[in-house]
T-cell receptor, first 113, second 111 residues
Framework: EAQVTQNPRYLITVTGKKLTVTCSQNMNHEYMSWYRQDPGLGLRQIYYSMNVEVTDKGDVPEGYKVSRKEKRNFPLILESPSPNQTSLYFC????????????FGPGTRLTVL | TQLLEQSPQFLSIQEGENLTVYCNSSSVFSSLQWYRQEPGEGPVLLVTVVTGGEVKKLKRLTFQFGDARKDSSLHITAAQPGDTGLYLCAGRASGTYKYIFGTGTRLKVLA
């Protein structure tokens, strides 16, 4: 089954404790992206990647890091999480910019205390 | 910062009524997508419009892209309780690889 998977689905952590949210897709998609969703603010793009080893900042990249060493994986790293990074995070992938059709993962709800 | 403004934010209607959701920006978009999101799930694509003035229909849903590719609308005819959800518009601004999402329209259709 074609899908985007994220782990963990739920995470409660404390300020400053490094964490990684994994994202994997099995559709051989070139484009992958991370978003955060907050009430009243909608989905905001954090980082995106157009292919292996090619990443760039979205609108809200501060406090986040990403890497794209393999085509299927695009982990989101929070080196020193803060309470304002409490949010619902979504990973998405698409075949390429020609389609603009993004397939979203199920989401990761992160709480930073 | 490019913005996509959606209106209305909330809409509660009776089954069988029609409704229109609007998505507006001052920026030009290469394409515009409409998604629907259920609680606890990621957004699911409904349609992509690419050409200015384009109209696409998906059963009772009609999507239109503005002539100048700065705005879009979603019209639902004879809404049903199954249409309840969060509707999101999203666009890729011309010349970029970034996607901008609207803040969403939360629709509730009462039986």
């Amino acid at each position: 089954e074609a899908q985007v998977t994220q782990n963990p689905r739920y995470l409660i952590t404390v300020t400053g404790k490094k964490l990684t949210v994994t994202c994997s897709q099995n559709m051989n998609h070139e484009y992958m992206s991370w978003y955060r969703q907050d009430p009243g603010l909608g989905l905001r793009q954090i980082y995106y990647s157009m292919n292996v080893e090619v990443t760039d900042k979205g609108d809200v990249p501060e406090g986040y890091k990403v890497s794209r060493k393999e085509k299927r994986n695009f982990p989101l790293i929070l080196e020193s999480p803060s309470p304002n990074q409490t949010s619902l995070y979504f990973c998405a992938s698409s075949l390429g910019l020609a389609t603009d059709t993004q397939y979203f993962g199920p989401g990761t709800r992160l709480t930073v205390l | 910062t490019q913005l996509l403004e959606q209106s209305p934010q909330f809409l509660s209607i009776q089954e069988g009524e029609n409704l229109t959701v609007y998505c507006n920006s001052s920026s030009v978009f290469s394409s515009l997508q409409w998604y629907r999101q259920e609680p606890g799930e990621g957004p699911v694509l409904l349609v992509t419009v690419v050409t200015g003035g384009e109209v696409k229909k998906l059963k009772r849903l009609t999507f239109q892209f503005g002539d100048a590719r700065k705005d879009s609308s979603l019209h639902i005819t004879a809404a049903q309780p199954g249409d309840t959800g969060l509707y999101l518009c999203a666009g890729r601004a011309s010349g970029t690889y970034k996607y901008i999402f609207g803040t969403g329209t939360r629709l509730k259709v009462l039986a």
